[in-house]
């Protein structure tokens, strides 16, 4: 996998641009409803019970799947469109609303792995306004980090629980769970209906895990949502761009806005858990 020296002018601002659009409920969400009709990424609509959503290569698949396998029965969940305005919308309509969040460094690499035509100094960019304009609805939200929602998911779905007054299955996290969470992203490339339908709560476990029997025999196409050996070696190549002096300020600003996030799940698990 090989990244452009340079992305085009014209890539750039397209990315800037749709970066601000997707700020903007009223602007945003009815034209990601024409380009998204299902069945993922879903767009928060009349039929959502859930939000759960975060900036780009967050792991917000990983947090859908391990949701819907511990859930009896789907649930109508608002994901993947990697937008602010689905979240605030969420907050605005009072729904429980859960945020994947990741520090920069991982999000951000791991997006321009995947997407080469991306300026690293455009996806710091994108991910400071991202989580920025998050700010101001801090109340309605529950975030939950990276390494908390890969380690430990049915500690977060307690807090949804004890925020919104849910009663949301807890996802127990052994091996056995988190390896079939794994196996389900790693499937996520077919971009089988079964498979996207049952992230967004129209499809059952029954259903789910039938396609998957037959998309686990079936040839690949597509890159992996999982990390690879050779995406991996790219990151480590991306390095020397994100330590670069030029993107300084940038890569400043995106750890900040992250801290300032990352301490608002500490203060959930301070004030959500005391007395449980």
């Known amino acids: ?45 009349a039929h959502t019970e859930l939000v759960i959503d975060g900036y780009t290569r967050s792991g917000s698949t990983f947090a859908v799947y391990a949701f819907q396998l511990a859930q009896p ?15 605030i919308a969420g907050v605005r309509a009072g729904l429980p609303v859960l945020v994947v969040l ?27 306004r991202f989580h920025t304009h998050l700010l ?3 109340t309605g939200l529950v975030v939950a980090d990276f390494e908390e929602v890969t380690t430990d998911f049915g500690a977060v779905i307690r ?11 807890v996802f127990r996290h052994d091996e056995q769970a988190s390896s079939e969470v794994n196996a389900l992203v790693a499937l996520r490339s077919h971009l089988s209906p079964g ?34 050996a050779d995406r991996d070696r790219v990151k480590d190549a991306l390095l020397a761009q994100w ?26 698990r301070t004030v959500d858990g005391a007395g449980a």
């Open 195 to 228: 498979m996207l339908g049952f992230e967004s709560g129209t499809v059952g476990q029954a259903e789910m895990r039938a396609e998957a029997r037959r998309l686990a025999r079936a040839p690949r196409d597509g890159a992996p949502w999982l990390p690879s």
């Open 136 to 138: 101001p609805w801090l």
């Open 243 to 268: 330590n670069h002096p030029a993107v300084r300020r940038p890569r400043q600003a995106a750890e900040e806005i992250h801290a300032v996030l990352r301490a608002r799940t500490g203060q959930e």
């Open 102 to 128: 990741r520090h920069p460094r991982g999000a951000v690499l791991s997006q321009l792995a995947r997407e080469p035509d991306v300026a690293l100094a455009d996806a710091l960019f994108a991910y400071r």
């Open 1 to 45: 996998m090989s990244r452009p020296d340079h992305p085009t002018p014209w890539r750039r601002l397209r990315h800037r641009a749709r970066t601000m659009a997707t700020e903007h409920p009223r602007l945003y969400l009815p034209f990601a409803r024409r380009k998204y009709p299902g069945p993922s990424p879903e767009v928060i609509s």
């Open 159 to 169: 807090r949804v629980n004890e925020r919104f007054g849910t009663g949301y299955a």
């Open 73 to 87: 029965r789907p649930v109508r969940v608002a994901h993947h469109l990697h937008a602010p305005a689905q979240l």
